[in-house]
């Protein structure tokens, strides 16, 4: 075990858990999750892994909720047949028979992409499959998202406290735009060492790049790519909470507006076709309530931001050919993060990256090479590549059940946080989709999944099993 920089920070957010408790602890648990690159320790022994600030945080709480009475009743409920704890666990369990065995069954069948570790520096390697320390540091990191989703849930079952739900996603969102913004700041200063702190986890740090002239916003991340991906799930929380939003209350148009700012300046490309992913299915969602009303209407603010795309889109386009015509730097922003992205050196790496998956995939007879053995850049070919057809369809079921929850027995203010939550973990996937290295979907989708399945529980009461025929797919 190395002791870091940020040890004695990690040491004291895990004192003001304590400080909180089981309950309140879960706000401390969001806050440190934009602290992504913030180690409590780094293990080289294993997998040259390291433990965050944000999994300690996350091991003291659920072990504050173990000495609750009755937490085993809670946890019950949460594995009850059609809720998505169930599937989640069975995924969790296959890719551990996988992890534990396949790299030693499928030994030297076909070969992979992983990192290798060369005289201190990271790259991307293609070696024949092989047991390595790879498997279970990924192994550990999937236990962890496991239980990312398995404490808010047990939280809400027990309290379904809607507002303890929305401050911790609130406290999450201001904690990540600060850190975005005092990257970008120190950055143009040249004083990012003030960052260093926090920047202590065995991972490459990507400090310093540019796209057209601009700093990469990372903020407490390694990199842009995976600081722009909390910030899609955000946007996609914050927008489906302003859309249904109850009362007068500006902070959700605000927080809507900052992270599209956010991830507009983020510079990652895969963000950018996320976004436009997620945009598109609010739209359709949207469009479908209207014809599933039976009034034919559309809610006022719906109607007000779809007159106003109407109305903003010609524009906006024309200004746009206009700005990739005339303005140098704003093409070559354009070209190097959409238009030539696929034809630019990490595109092609990437692909290749995806075919080799799947090549794994077919090689291991359809079962997975185990995690940690493939590297890939999209979610789906590292579901395929690693845990095979079984865990896509576990995963897949996971996935259909925790968007499938209906939110009709929930009050006015849960169904809009239920509906918040969907279209985050929305814009979680989203992104995924286009570029996701394993099939872990990372604490920031599993926690607000977490929240969503725990407030519907609770909803529910005693009942470990939603009703027959209730609204399923509600964004």
Known sequence: MQIVQSTLIAILFVAWALRRGPYSGIVVFFIAIPFGMMAAFNLPSVGNTSMMAYDMVLLTVGMMLLFKVGVHDDVGRLLGSGWAGRPLLLFFLYALIATMFFPRIFQG????????????????????????????????????????????????????????A????????????????????????????????????????????????????????????SFSYLSLGLLGFWLGYWFHNQNKSRVPMLMTLLFAFLVLRGTSSSAYVGTALLAALFIVLRLRDVGRSGTGTLDKSVAAALTALVAVTPVLLVGLFMMYSMVPGFTDFIDRSLLNKLSSDSGVERMSWNRQALQNFSDTLFLGAGLGSVRASNWVAAVLGTTGLIGMGLMLMFLWQLFKIPLTRMSAEGRQIGLALKLGLAGCLARALVVKATPNLDLIFFAMAGLLVGLSIHSYGRQRQPQKGAPQWQI
């Open 109 to 164: 069948a076909t070969d992979v992409f992983s990192i290798g570790r060369v005289a201190g520096q990271i790259g991307i390697v293609t070696r024949p499959l092989a047991p390595g320390g790879g498997n279970l540091s990924q192994l550990v990191r999937m236990f962890l998202a496991i239980l990312a989703f398995a404490v808010p849930a047990v939280v809400m079952i027990r309290r379904g406290d809607t507002q303890l």
């Open 166 to 225: 929305y401050r911790a996603v609130l406290v999450m969102s201001l904690t990540h735009a600060a850190l975005g913004l005092l990257d970008l700041l120190t950055q143009a200063s040249g004083t990012s060492w003030i960052m260093a702190p926090i920047r202590t986890a065995n991972y490459a740090l990507t400090l310093g790049q540019q796209m057209s002239g601009l700093d990469r916003m990372i903020g407490g991340f390694p990199e842009a790519s």
